[in-house]
């Protein structure tokens, strides 16, 4: 084969062993790549495979699952900082319904954003590469792209991914923030919340197992967290006004402490001094008045996370 003289239309249509040979000793020498960061090059490839299938309109499914895997290995490494810095992206990697609508120039983007990440879903104790093998065979199903294949147990997995990468990337968003500092949310915040939650993201099905009962409002709390300042800010008041020794002000730090954690407090635990609340007992540490001045705080901050009438 003549390089230079041959069009390059024809000359490749099939390649004798000659061929070959003149392209590995005259073409391949002059292709390099200076990356040194394979897991980097690795991802890429998954990257270019997904924008290969989604030009030629084949299933996007087997390289879908490749990136998936990565970002759920990172999803693992959040104490690094440049990982946690990608938490959104990589939370919206893990569920399959986002890689719809997206296009080619999206999947660059996220190939830019997240192959130097790479390196950190190789377990390095046992230096075993946690990415798959590239020579894995690919075949071509009969299940059209985006048709529901998916068992009941994945689709409540696939719900959870997209309610963490919603919550991720909505925390300041209005009815989430207020929910947060502990701000009375109207009929309308309450609506747009359980349509999204209950209706675009999943079903009320799913959501009352995810949330184990609780309300969406205290769910959005738990996973949340509320916001510390606003709490202490909160019992400022109570505590600047009561002139407490220190366990009473451990109990108060306690009782703030769990209400940023859980969202809420139950009520009879405090009232009737069982575990988190048993000691010391609250009515034991605290007079009546006190005692009253704090329910009042608490059951504020319950009621503010239920649903307006």
């Known amino acids: 084969m003549h390089l230079k003289s041959a069009p390059f239309s024809v000359s490749f249509y099939a390649l004798i062993l000659d061929d070959v040979k003149e392209l590995e ?12 960061d394979q897991y980097a090059k690795d991802f890429d490839n998954f990257c270019y495979g997904i924008m290969e299938a989604h ?13 998936k895997a990565v970002a759920e290995i990172l999803l693992t490494k959040t ?43 190789v377990d390095k104790q046992s230096q075993k590469n946690i990415f798959v093998n590239f020579d894995d065979d690919i075949h071509d199903v009969d299940i059209p792209e985006g048709a529901a294949n998916l068992t009941p147990a994945d689709n409540f997995d696939e719900y959870k ?39 675009e993201l999943g079903n009320e099905q799913m959501f009352n197992e995810l949330s184990d009962g609780k309300s969406l409002g205290v769910f959005i709390r738990r996973v949340t967290k509320m916001d510390k300042s606003a709490i ?42 069982r575990a988190p609340f048993d000691r010391p007992k ?11 001045k704090i329910f009042s705080l608490v059951r504020s901050i319950n009621e503010n996370a239920k649903e307006v009438a």
């Open 232 to 273: 202490n800010n909160y019992f400022a008041e109570f505590i600047n006004d009561t002139n407490m020794n220190n366990m009473q002000i451990e109990f108060v730090q306690r009782l703030t402490d769990i209400i940023v954690e859980q969202g809420e407090i139950n009520m009879e635990s405090l009232m009737k001094g």
């Open 55 to 67: 030009l030629s309109e084949k299933s996007i499914s087997f390289y879908r699952g490749k990136i």
């Open 25 to 36: 000793d005259h073409i391949a020498p002059l292709v390099f790549n200076e990356e040194l």
């Open 161 to 199: 991914k997209k309610v963490n990468a919603y919550l991720s990337e909505h925390m300041d968003d209005k009815a989430i923030t207020k929910l947060r500092t502990n701000q009375p949310l109207t009929k309308y915040d309450f609506e747009n919340l359980n349509h999204i939650f209950k209706e």
């Open 79 to 121: 104490s690094i900082k440049v990982v946690r810095d990608n938490l959104p992206r990589l939370q919206h990697l893990t569920v399959n319904s986002y890689y719809d609508g997206l296009t080619v120039l999206d999947y660059e983007e996220i190939r830019k954003e997240i192959r130097e990440l790479a390196q950190f879903s």
């Open 282 to 292: 609250f009515f034991t540490i605290f007079g009546t008045e006190a005692q009253n």
